[in-house]
């Protein structure tokens, strides 16, 4: 097998082609950087031939660089898991207790989000195109995501018993330091590069199982515990879960999200940002199901006309753009597609888009014109609008609850509990400034301080310039290399940094 220059890469083809084997499926973990496969021994060499001084590129091999354990698979996995099982354990009482329709809606929102998952681990993976009939049927029996777990765990557990001979070249930026931005060149492996691709297919596993799965469960769980009025061991338990699902999945949502926003850069999430966006999404997720559950509770005909219309404004916004933008149809998202199957991945990642802003904010924006299909150029605008309007709507639904409220909700203190529900999503609001301004990766990248970015959309508030001092920008960022440039742009309020 002969090296591919650094040249060549650069101007071929070959960068869809490593993106392919590094990420796999439709945003890539890694990214678009410049990559090529050259010889261990050969960069070992080139490592050798002199020291680097400040400023120049740096390189550390794969065997410098510990491979990182893939908890991340591990927490997908064993959520899957344990939702599946409650799930099921929950639907065998239902028919006990003769509950049919319980039971037909339980195992309706397991076994369609699970069927979902094998297919997109499938697809990731690209199983369809090479003869691996047993994966095959252990998806078709509902233990893919089990098999890939146990996979990936002994690609670690080999990983360094075996000199690699060709690595993979990822080219990033660290967080730039005292106005100072360095590249670094990592040395990716096959092993690497293999639980690189298993880790993207179950963060977006993760996402679909959480949006698609869980959050619909976790509402009819707690629509039936207020019908009957009463919280069985089983119930709660498939309750926990399925909550813990979803803020799993609205997390991995935030992590790509900065991922491809910040491809360049080489990201590095502190466990303050996890429980900063843990907290930010758990009161987000929790407070909106909960004013749903209410509204149904006593308004039941009007929740499912509320519910479709925030689905299928959401559902359509992309594609209005995508028309109104005449750009040609997307040929790039999988060679091996047809145009009808092009079409019904980009109809499932709208339809997935849609249910996750039908409970919490989308830190993606789709851009169905884009190569990557994201849209990174979105402001603090578009953050606040939906913040803003989605406040207004749970007011809306928790005051229509209060006056419109049964006999059984008199046994409770009504605007107590209404009361609570609105502080919860304002809490929601304020761990999500909190991650933005002190627990971002790449906070040091923003043109604006959050908080001030919000006021300006909302116009309520100028700040002065004073209030927030320009962080360290990069030098190599285009617009960005003099700070009376950048002051002068926050001072204008031009909020140009995208929310991710």
């Not at 344990?82 to 319980?102: H, M, P």
């Not at 900063?276 to 006309?305: D, H, N, Q, Y």
């Not at 609850?401 to 008199?410: A, G, K, M, P």
């Amino acid at each position: 097998m002969g090296y591919v220059s650094l040249a060549n890469r650069r101007a071929g083809a070959g960068t869809a082609a490593a993106n392919r084997r590094a990420g796999g499926g439709l945003v890539p973990e890694y990214g678009w950087g410049v990559k090529r496969r050259s010889s261990a021994a050969e960069l070992r060499r080139q490592a050798a031939v002199s020291p680097r001084s400040a400023g120049e590129i740096s390189r550390r091999g794969a065997q410098d660089v510990r491979m990182r354990l893939p908890s991340s698979v591990l927490v997908s996995v064993s959520l899957f898991t344990a939702e599946t099982t409650a799930a099921l354990y929950l639907s065998t009482t239902y028919r006990s207790a003769g509950d049919r329709i319980w039971q037909c809606f339980t195992l309706l929102f397991t076994l369609v989000p699970s069927v979902l998952v094998q297919l997109t681990l499938i697809f990731i993976h690209r199983d369809l195109s090479r003869d691996r009939p047993l994966v095959l049927l252990l998806h078709i029996l509902q233990l893919g995501p089990i098999v890939r777990c146990l996979d990936a765990f002994c690609i670690y557990g080999s990983s360094g018993k075996v000199e690699e001979p060709y690595v993979t070249i990822t080219r990033k930026k660290q967080m730039p330091r005292s106005g100072q931005t360095e590249e670094v060149e990592q040395e990716v492996g096959q092993a690497e590069g293999k639980l690189v691709t298993h880790r993207a297919a179950f963060a977006r596993t993760s996402v679909i199982q959480a949006f698609l799965g869980s959050a619909p469960q976790l509402t009819l769980q707690l629509y039936i515990c207020i019908l009957q009025r009463s919280v069985s061991i089983g119930r709660g338990t498939l309750m926990v879960i399925s909550l813990l699902s979803i803020v799993y999945g609205a997390l991995r949502c935030n992590i790509l999200a900065i991922k491809i926003r910040y491809d360049d850069y080489e990201v590095s999430v502190h466990p303050a940002a996890y429980l900063c966006v843990f907290m930010w999404r758990g009161f987000e997720i929790a407070t909106r199901v909960a004013v749903l559950v209410l509204f149904s509770s006593v308004l039941k005909v009007w929740v499912l006309p509320v519910v479709l219309v925030g689905f299928l404004l959401f559902f359509l916004l992309p594609w209005v753009r995508f028309w109104s933008s005449h750009s040609p149809f997307p040929e790039n998202i999988e060679k091996t597609l047809t145009r009808v199957g092009t079409t019904i991945v980009l109809c499932m990642l709208t339809f997935l888009y849609a249910g996750i802003n039908v409970f919490c904010w989308s830190a993606v924006q789709l851009k169905l014109d884009d190569p990557d299909l994201i849209d990174k150029s979105h402001g603090w605008r578009r953050a606040a609008a939906y913040y803003s309007l989605r406040f207004v709507e749970n007011a809306a639904l928790s005051s229509l609850w209060y006056v419109h409220r049964t006999d059984f909700y008199r046994q409770v203190d009504a605007p107590v509990l209404e009361l609570m529900l609105l502080l919860g999503y304002a809490l929601a609001v304020f761990f999500m400034l909190l991650f933005y301004q002190c627990c971002h990766p790449c906070r040091r990248l923003f043109s604006s301080s959050p908080a001030q970015g919000l006021w300006e959309c909302c116009g309520s508030l100028k700040l002065p310039v004073g209030t927030y001092s320009q962080p360290c920008l990069p030098l190599d960022k285009p617009g960005l290399e003099q700070p009376e440039t950048a002051k002068d742009s926050v001072t204008n309020g031009e909020v140009n940094q995208s929310l991710c």
